[in-house]
């Protein structure tokens, strides 16, 4: 049974930062793509970020390209969401997610989200 569990989530003020953490279980952790996805109240889920299984590549949602950097550790089925300049409409939901395939078209599994919430 696959689990995905992050933590790191919490409430900052503007121009602060946070460490997203994700760990995977019960999977073959670096075979896949990962990702990090955020929803806001009212709003879509939308993509934050993903990386390559190896970590040699990376994509970000132009609202955090050159604030956020996601990385991976794959000794450690780990994935990371390093949010840096955070911004009050960063505030969401945050949950990574992973595929059941090698092509990373869909993302199947879900952890349960953490919070992070950016006051002005």
């Known amino acids: 049974q696959v689990q995905l569990t992050e933590s790191g989530g919490g409430s900052v003020q503007a121009g602060g930062s946070l460490r997203l953490s994700c760990t995977a279980s019960g999977y073959v952790y670096s075979r896949f793509c990962m990702a990090w996805f955020r929803q806001a109240p009212g709003k879509e889920r939308e993509e934050v970020a993903r990386?390559?299984?190896?970590?040699?590549?990376?994509t970000y949602a132009s609202s955090v390209q050159g604030r956020f950097t996601i990385s991976r550790d794959n000794a450690k089925n780990t994935v990371y969401l390093q949010m840096n300049s955070l911004k009050p409409e960063d505030t969401a939901m945050y949950y990574c997610?992973?595929?059941?395939?090698?092509?990373?078209?869909?993302?199947?599994?879900w952890g349960q989200g953490t919070q992070v919430t950016v006051s002005s």
């Open positions: 997610a992973a595929p059941a395939a090698i092509s990373c078209v869909n993302f199947d599994y």
């Open positions: 990386i390559s299984s190896l970590g040699g590549r990376t």
